[in-house]
């Protein structure tokens, strides 16, 4: 089983945090890189953040730059999202995926990555 699993979603107001986590599973060893991704209602899957496995090098997409915090624990192959200061616009389904093919940098697209969870709902009230 390749899938990461999800946890850590919720229904929070305007200005809470949310930490979400992610287990990888399976050949966890070729695992390269990790990332959050978003789908919002109406709107395509977006980038939030990424983290590469073995250097932990980070990029984040500009709209949660200052606010997300994205961390690993390769002891436990887990991938954490901290998400403070959230807005009404964070509302969406978060995704979590795992790349296993090599990285060079931190990977930012859909295609990138070839496992993914479920996702987890976040939703923030106003």
């Known amino acids: 089983q390749e899938q990461p699993v999800e946890s850590g979603g919720g229904l929070v107001q305007a200005g809470a945090s949310l930490r979400l986590s992610c287990a990888a599973s399976?050949?966890?060893?070729?695992?390269?890189?990790m990332g959050w991704f978003r789908r919002a209602p109406g709107k395509e899957r977006e980038f939030v953040a990424g983290?590469?496995?073995?250097?932990?090098?980070?990029s984040y997409a500009d709209s949660v730059k200052g606010r997300f915090t994205i961390s690993r624990d390769n002891a436990k192959d887990t991938v954490y999202l901290q998400m403070n200061s959230l807005k009404p616009e964070d509302t969406a389904v978060y995704y979590c995926?795992?790349?296993?093919?090599?990285?060079?940098?931190?990977?930012?697209?859909?295609?990138?990555?070839?496992?993914w969870g479920q996702g987890t709902q976040v939703t923030v009230s106003s």
């Open positions: 983290i590469r496995w073995s250097i932990g090098t980070t």
């Open positions: 399976g050949r966890t060893f070729t695992t390269s890189a």
């Open positions: 995926a795992r790349r296993s093919r090599t990285a060079v940098a931190v990977p930012t697209t859909i295609q990138a990555y070839d496992y």
